[in-house]
């Protein structure tokens, strides 16, 4: 649960003293989109600062299939690393060898216990106001104790591991960078939290997170949040840095108002008095898992983004926290789009072409066809020519017949008269 909070502050020991000044930023700054560019002094600055970051560690192999672009990821550990180079370049190195050594790319596909999703339920369901899709976790003390002891600490990392690389699969296809997250934690209470192994369970998925998935939350809700709760989170509240703790917010029973402010009710689901359908958990083992349903589940419908640089985000409503609008693309976003827009010509030609092809098909299937008479009546004439020869030649016969009957009768006739004059 805890994995999302980032508690416990970094702290590194290069750290510089930052003066507390309200920086100026491009309001479509890529440092700055979401209000957590820390106190850094300038535009400039972060840039001077990225850029000596990037020249510093281009050589680090970074293998992560769900990686938006490599300056995306620098930009987040700066942040968290509140814009110290060396630390936020030992982060990144952490980074790189722990998805190596945690096979973090292998783990989609593994088989998880599928007692998991009964006890420990996960899931995606609904977009908040800036398109950002929800992920939902409602823990329970004496599940947690009873997986505790089905399993070791180990096993669960693994899972909230897992459950982590599933959000960045989907947020990076539905073309944003960040996920909204929202925390039943109606069935946790004060015996949880004074429960040593519970703690730390949720204290080792603290850890995780803040190394190896900063500025991965937009805005978390805690609901149905009970009294002992609020208590606690009061001394928790100044370990956090400050631009986490502008992104959570401690909700007790009657949460639907402020909620809704963030997610609209068409997005929420019916056990949080939304009208978006009932929440199906993530399903387990992992090869059962399909990433058009939980499109479907959250209400993405589109194509798969090529980049969360390219993506605008729609404003929030006046009573919600500050933020800022989202950066246009940056250079690699540019190169993306733009092959994305030869890709998308280059299927219009296609398509064009096969139309054409289409419409010239009839005309060729009509030429055929003549060819085709043309040669069955070639053969017809062919076969006709014989009897036609046969029927030239009677006539020739017939003809001389009659020549030769009348050349008889001519002869006869002459004879006949010879006779009668001599006989006069």
């Known amino acids: 649960m805890s994995g999302w909070f980032g508690w416990g502050k970094s702290s590194p020991a290069s750290s510089p003293t930052q003066q507390p000044t309200s920086p100026k930023f491009n309001p479509n700054s890529k440092f700055n989109k979401y209000g957590t560019v820390g106190k850094i002094a300038s535009e400039e600055d972060a840039q001077a600062a990225l850029d000596e970051y990037s020249t510093t560690v281009a050589k680090q192999e970074i293998d992560d299939p769900f990686l938006i672009t490599r300056e995306d990821l620098y930009i987040r550990f700066l942040i968290a690393r509140k814009w110290d180079l060396a630390s936020a370049k030992d982060a990144l190195a952490y980074y790189n060898e722990w998805r190596k050594e945690f096979k973090t790319n292998e783990i989609l596909t593994e088989d998880f216990e ?14 908040d106001r800036e398109g950002h899709p929800v992920y939902v976790e409602r823990p ?43 925390l039943d934690i109606g069935g946790v209470g004060y015996t949880m939290l004074a429960d040593s192994k519970a703690l730390g369970f949720l204290k080792a998925m603290a850890q995780l997170d803040q190394q190896v998935y900063p500025e991965h939350m937009r805005w978390m809700f805690i609901i149905n949040a009970p009294s002992t709760f609020a208590a606690l989170w009061k001394m928790l509240k100044p370990l956090l840095d400050e631009r986490v703790q502008h992104k959570i917010h401690i909700l007790g029973r009657n949460y639907l108002d402020e909620l809704s ?63 800022q609008p989202e950066k246009e693309t940056e250079k690699e976003a540019e190169k993306e789009a733009g092959a994305g827009e030869k890709t998308d010509a280059g299927e219009k030609e296609a398509d064009v072409g096969e139309k054409t092809e289409e419409k010239d098909k009839p005309a060729e299937e009509s030429k055929e066809k003549e060819e085709n008479e043309e040669k069955e009546k070639e053969k017809t004439d062919d076969a006709k020519e014989p009897a036609k020869e046969e029927e030239a030649k009677e006539g020739e016969k017939e003809k001389e017949e009659t020549k030769a009957d009348a050349s008889g009768e001519g002869s006869e006739g002459g004879k006949k008269e010879e006779a009668e004059k001599a006989a006069e």
């Not at 997005?267 to 479907?296: A, N, R, S, T």
């Open 114 to 127: 599928p007692k998991l999703a009964e006890l420990y339920p996960a899931y995606f369901h609904g977009k």
């Open 140 to 182: 329970d003390h004496t599940n947690i104790k009873e997986l505790i002891k089905l399993h070791p600490p180990e096993f669960y990392l693994r899972w909230h591991v897992y459950t982590m690389e599933r959000c960045r699969q989907l947020y990076k296809h539905m073309g944003t960078d960040r996920m909204s997250v929202v």
């Open 261 to 323: 402010t963030y997610i609209p009710l068409h997005e929420l689901p019916e056990e949080f008095g939304g009208k978006g359908g009932k929440l199906k958990p993530i399903p387990v083992p992992g090869k059962d898992y399909k990433l058009e349903d939980v499109c479907q589940a959250v209400g993405f419908d589109g194509p798969a983004a090529a980049s969360a640089a390219t993506r605008e985000i729609e404003p929030d409503k006046e009573d919600t926290a500050e933020k």
